[in-house]
Every structure is written in C-alpha cells, then in structure tokens.
C-alpha cells in the first residue's frame, strides 16, 4: 500500500509539473500579456490602421481585459468588435454581432452606444441571405436598425440605417414574391394569390410591385377568377405604363381564354352535379311519401 501511495504521489508531482511547464511556455511567456490596457490599446489601434485585423485583435483584447471597466477597456472591447467586422468573413460577421451586444450590455449610456447598435445591425447585415433562402437574419437586423431609430433618434447613423434598412426590407420583399411564384410554379394558386395581395401593404418600398401585379392577375386567371385577372392586368396596365411585364400580358390574355374554357367544363360538372343531387332527393322523398 505504502509503495502504492508513493507511485501516485511520484505521477501526480510530475502532471503538475508537466502542466506548470506548458502554461508558462504557452501563455506567462506571452509578451502581449505583459502589457498594460494603455499599451496593449496603443499598439492595436497602430495594428488596426494598418488593416492588420487579426493581429490588432489579440492587442485589444488583452487591452479590454487587463481593464474591462476604464476608459480604455471600454474603447478596446468596441474596437475588438470593429476588427473581427473588418475581416469581412461569415465567422467574423457572427462574432462581432456578440461584441457589439457585450458592448451595449456592458455599458449601455456609452456616448458610444448608438455605434455599438447600429454596428450590430451591420453585422447581421452583412450575414444577409439571398431572397430564395431563409430570411430570419435578414428579419433581425430589420429589427435591430429600427431598435437604433427607437433608441438613438438623433444618431449620427440614422441616415444609413434608413439606407440599409431599405435594402432588407426590398430584399424581404423579394422572398416573399420568391414564395408567391413558388405556389404559382406548382399550380398552388390561392397560396401564391394570398401572398401577392399581401405584398403591397406589407412592403410599400418594394421596387417590383409591377412584376408582383403580374403574377397577381396570373394567379387569378390560375384559380379562374377571371374578373380579378382582368382588373389586376388593367391596374398593371394604368399604373406602371412603362413595366417591361407589359410586354408579357399576351401570357396572361392566353391563361384567361383557358381559365374561361376550364371555367365553362367546371360550371357544367357543377350544374351536372346539383341536377343528379336534386333527381336523388326527388326520388327520396317519392319513395317516403309512398303510401305502400
């Protein structure tokens, strides 16, 4: 037992020389570690002008970090947050959003705060999808530049927020009218025209409401309701004189005539139906008035 208890001792001793060893080789031997917060700033702030991001960032943050609550602490975590931005990548795009919040969080009556929100607008921003793929962080940076405009009204960002804030809301317009001409596609008819009639009222801005209209009257025609497609293509035709979809309206004129000859078949099915439906109920109630 006694010889037991030496070899682990012996084992133990040397694991926690082992692991003494490396933390000194791999971090006390860090000379950016022995920087103070006005140091370590001073040099990534040079890094940072000469677009040297990634290697500014360690400076900052041991800046950030040697004195999170001072002055300089404070402009070291917004800058670490700026240097993983001007990396222009999906990974820096993701992080630099949670340093701008850690920011906010941290520090929320900053004279800084409205850049802290309008830059993690930006972050989510610049991760935006194409209309045809899923727009969730299209939807939250919507949210966090009108969180800007609620909060800082009278930031110097305000300008470009509404710049940018009208590109996510075009580019939300263009997925919504991507899922109309989906339904349209594969002959989802009351789908696509729901989503068409909604366009307008939720997204004013949007630059296309004259292909939008298009597709509307086309849908319309779709679901054979002919009297619509002929108002959607008469309001297309007022109101965007000089649309290149007018150019396609023989497309549309040749879906009414179908949906007029479709039309006349599903009439008469329906009329064939409620004339054997009333025959049934004529011979039903013959047979129960019956006095055999």
């Not at 103070?36 to 002008?49: D, N, V």
């Amino acid at each position: 037992m006694k010889r037991l208890f030496s070899t682990l001792f012996a084992v133990a001793f040397i694991a926690a020389a082992l692991l003494s060893t490396g933390c000194r080789s791999g971090f006390a031997d860090d000379p950016i570690l022995e920087l103070s917060s006005q140091e370590a700033l001073a040099e990534g702030k040079r890094l940072m002008q000469e677009e040297k991001f990634r290697r500014a960032q360690r400076y900052l943050e041991q800046a950030f970090e040697a004195s999170p609550n001072s002055r300089e602490g404070r402009e070291a975590l917004l800058l670490v947050a700026d240097a993983l931005y001007l990396r222009d990548s999906e990974e820096g795009y993701l992080r630099c959003e949670a340093k701008y919040r850690d920011f906010l969080n941290r520090f929320p009556t900053s004279e800084r705060a409205d850049y802290a929100q309008y830059q993690t607008a930006n972050c989510l921003f610049s991760r935006m999808a194409r209309p045809d793929r899923d727009q969730e962080v299209a939807t939250q940076a919507l949210g966090a530049y009108q969180e800007l405009l609620r909060l800082y009204p009278t930031s110097d960002y305000i300008e470009s927020a509404r710049e940018k804030m009208s590109e996510v809301l075009e580019n939300l317009a263009e997925a919504e009218f991507s899922v109309g001409a989906f339904y349209i596609r594969y002959r989802l008819c009351s789908a696509a025209i729901t989503r068409f009639e909604q366009l307008p009222e939720t997204f004013p801005s949007y630059s296309s409401q004259d292909k939008a209209l298009y597709h509307l009257a086309l849908a319309y025609a779709n679901c054979l309701k002919i009297d619509e497609a002929r108002e959607a293509v008469a309001l297309l035709e007022s109101d965007y004189p000089d649309s290149t979809w007018l150019a396609e309206l023989d497309k549309i004129d040749d879906a009414i005539r179908d949906a007029e000859e479709r039309k006349v078949e599903v009439d008469a099915r329906r009329a064939e139906r409620e004339r054997l439906r009333a025959e049934r109920q004529e011979a039903a109630e013959d047979e129960g008035s019956d006095p055999s």
